[in-house]
């Protein structure tokens, strides 16, 4: 299953890198990209593991960058 979202407020390039390196080492992620140019960050991982990925990448986007908010895009 592949999920996009949209990071509002990223505004820095480090912290993004930060993200996908982060999110790529949790549980059931097959690959997770960052782009900070478009804000996406796009998620591949295991159909139902999903929820509690989407969950912990939510909170490693909070701990990262506090003011960035991640909406599906």
Known sequence: MK???RLEGLDCANCAAKMERAIN???GVK????N??????VIEGDDDKMPTIISEAEKVVKKIE???VMKKA
């Open 66 to 68: 506090p003011d960035t």
């Open 36 to 41: 900070f140019m478009t804000t996406k960050l």
């Open 3 to 5: 999920k996009t979202f």
């Open 31 to 34: 690959e997770a990209t960052v």
């Open 25 to 27: 080492e949790l549980d």
